[in-house]
Antibody, heavy 117, light 110 residues
């Protein structure tokens, strides 16, 4: 079955960097676009980034553009999110999700990122 | 990025029917339709339907989606206690090149 397992979350100070990983299994990873979506405590879902299956295309949400970078390794079946210049408002649970026909279908359990001084 | 518009809350009685709405524009909902996701407290979202009324395997037929113009709807028939959750709509916006989400509707089953 499809499994997505995020890791790399933690507590960091504003201005610092963090890299999240998402290990995928149970499907042909290289055939699917992949999303990062985040959710602050008690808030709704906020889309962060999308990378195409062939790595050629990447899109970002306005709030993270220029600070975050999405990447993937189709040999390791792993998705990444490099987060630089972190701000307190980036504090959230970060989910990776598989993309199908205009929607994220399978989601991981999420990893918590806390940005605090 | 402008999101999709959903009512913050809906309350319905057990075994009744609830219809949740989601309004976007011609670049997102009106273009490619919407997806609907259900999220129970403390859990990741689950996809209920995509491109208006394509249901992933394992999703109950009590959930059905539709679209009229720039507004998408999710209808849940025979409401059960486990249907109490947050519901989000989402669509790809081909003008923004972004996945947009609604703010979510909290469904309460009385």
């Amino acid at each position: 079955q499809v499994q997505l397992v995020e890791s790399g979350g933690g507590v960091v100070q504003p201005g610092m960097s963090l890299r999240l990983s998402c290990a995928a299994s149970g499907f042909t990873f290289s055939n699917y676009g992949m999303h990062w979506v985040r959710q602050a405590a008690g808030k709704g879902l906020e889309w962060v980034a999308l990378i195409s299956s062939d790595v050629k295309t990447k899109f970002y949400g306005d709030s993270v553009k220029g600070r975050f970078s999405i990447s993937r390794d189709n040999f390791k079946n792993t998705l990444y999110l490099q987060m630089n210049s972190l701000r307190t408002e980036d504090t959230a649970v970060y989910f990776c999700a598989r993309g199908v026909e205009g929607a994220p279908d399978y989601w991981g359990q999420g990893t918590l990122v806390t940005v605090s001084s | 990025q402008a999101g999709l518009t959903q009512p913050p809350s809906v309350s319905k009685v057990l075994r009744q029917t609830a219809t949740l709405t989601c309004t976007g524009n011609s670049n997102n909902v009106g273009n490619q339709g919407a997806a609907w996701l259900q999220q129970h407290q403390g859990h990741p979202p689950t996809l209920l339907s995509y491109r208006n009324n394509n249901r992933p395997s394992g999703i109950s037929e009590r959930f059905s989606a539709s679209r009229s113009g720039n507004t998408a709807s999710l209808t849940i028939t025979g409401l059960q206690p486990e249907d109490e959750a947050d519901y989000y709509c989402s669509a790809w916006d081909n003008s923004l090149n972004a996945q947009v989400f609604g703010g979510g509707t909290k469904l309460t089953v009385l």
